[in-house]
């Protein structure tokens, strides 16, 4: 991928050490499945300080909150996760707190319910609306918010996917681990505004082949990561796919005088 005049010389700082990488900030996102396969997809406003225009899945960074002991949870446990992202117990629980609770933020679906076998049947109507919007300014800790409904976060309904770190170039990087789960019956997105001016529902191929005709813009987690979903036939076919988490960061090298992003393995 050739990087933008601006970009590339801020690389060629970067890589002869007159510039300091910024560091990478723990975030989550979640690649939200429904039959088809069909993916939720969010286009960032073009006002947006990272990634602006690019279409991504619901994320965001880790609250320190998220890390809460108190949050009822049914599942593996953060230890368990902590061993799939080769994180400790304590990120690893943030890191899945996060996941749901972005989620919710973002798409208006909550991966929880009232016990461990169960999930919230439908999360609409304006007392719903008042505790999403109440997450997003930090007003309400999601432990407080699961507690103060009697639910439970289900981690059972994530599945590991990816982990990706933005390249060193970049003025904001994240330290991203990503997740696939399906939409829970019942439940419905919803445009809920926010960081996002759009949202659709599409086959991942043909979202690959859009971008690929220009007409939307992937980063490459993005892309790389609906690449893999094409081959799948179905959400049962999705989340039957092992998956070994292996970290990757792009890089940025010169070829012939021109910065290029390298993405690798």
């Known amino acids: 991928m050739p990087l933008p005049a601006e970009l590339a010389a801020r690389a060629r700082d970067v890589l002869a050490g007159r510039v300091e990488p910024v560091p990478a900030r723990d975030a989550a996102t979640v690649v939200l499945l429904r039959e088809g396969p069909e993916v939720y997809l969010l286009r960032r406003k073009s006002t947006m300080a990272f990634a602006a225009g690019a279409y991504v899945f619901p994320g965001g ?27 400790s117990e304590r990120l690893a629980r943030a890191l899945v707190c996060a996941a749901v609770r972005e989620t919710f933020e973002e798409s208006g679906v909550l ?62 990087r994240f330290d991203t681990r990503f997740f696939a789960a399906v939409l829970p019956d019942g439940q419905r997105t919803r445009d809920v505004g926010g960081e996002a001016d759009q949202v659709v529902w599409q086959r991942p191929a043909e979202a690959v082949e859009l971008a690929r005709q220009g007409e939307i813009f992937l980063m490459p987690p993005t892309h790389r990561t609906l690449t893999e979903l094409a081959a799948c036939d179905s959400v049962g076919d999705v989340l039957a796919t092992p998956r070994e988490i292996v970290r990757i960061m792009p890089r940025a090298v010169e070829i012939e005088g021109e910065m290029r992003l390298v993405v690798a393995p």
């Open 61 to 87: 960074s880790v609250d320190e909150r998220d890390a809460d002991q108190a949050v009822a949870w049914a599942g593996p446990s953060p230890a368990e996760w902590g061993a799939v992202f080769k994180a």
């Open 111 to 172: 991966l929880a319910g009232p016990g461990p076998g169960s999930v919230v049947a439908d999360t609409t109507g304006d007392d719903w609306e008042a505790d999403r919007l109440a997450l997003i300014d930090r007003s309400l800790a999601f432990a407080d918010f699961l507690a103060r409904r009697g639910l439970v976060l289900r981690s059972d309904l994530l599945k590991p996917w990816a982990h990706w770190i933005t390249p060193e170039i970049e003025r904001k």
